[in-house]
């Protein structure tokens, strides 16, 4: 079994290198996208998606520091089912959003989508040493169902503090059903 596996869930780790002088303008990109929902929200199969610039990495070794050639963008990302699938989405759904990220990389193709976005972002791919997913056996839809139906509990306990019992059973079954 592969590492980037745990249960129905998959891990996606690509690291791509910065084209010379454009960091500032994708770190500015990668912000503006803390105003709005995420693009990622539009790929329903991502659990959890990050974009991290990192400008430098000083690993201290036997041979003493080493550095980055150049600043890279890290992008991760927890995801229902097989990553292949996942890429095509995630190319097709999100060529807007991939051409201001990826576009400010070296090598990637232009425009950044589709089959050649699909092979850049899987030379550049990192495999996992360790996953581990927080919901190995749950779908995105089967985590948001559930948040969502703790949050009618919650709201149906708080409503119901001053219900008689014949109240509190027609109001569980009106909310809930049978």
Request: glycine fraction near 6%; hydrophobic fraction near 40%; aromatic fraction near 8%.
């Amino acid at each position: 079994m592969s590492a980037d596996v745990a249960g129905q869930a998959s891990a996606l780790t690509v690291l791509t290198p910065i084209a010379p002088g454009r960091e500032i303008e994708l770190r500015m990109y990668l912000e503006s996208l803390r105003t709005r929902p995420s693009p990622l929200k539009q790929l329903r199969r991502t659990h959890f998606g990050r974009f991290v610039v990192v400008p430098d990495l000083v690993a201290e070794g036997e041979r003493g520091p080493d550095h980055l050639t150049s600043p890279q963008l890290l992008f991760t990302a927890c995801l229902d089912g097989d990553l292949d699938s996942y890429l095509d989405e995630l190319c097709d759904a999100l060529a807007p959003e991939a051409q201001e990220i990826w576009g400010r990389c070296e090598g990637c193709p232009e425009p950044a989508q589709g089959a050649a976005l699909k092979a850049y972002l899987a030379d550049h791919r990192i495999r996992t040493g360790f996953f581990v997913a927080a919901y190995p056996g749950a779908t995105v839809s089967e985590v948001t169902d559930a948040v969502d139906q703790r949050e009618r509990l919650i709201a149906f306990a708080q409503d119901a503090q001053d219900m008689d019992p014949k109240t509190l059973q027609r109001e569980f079954h009106r909310r809930f059903g049978n």
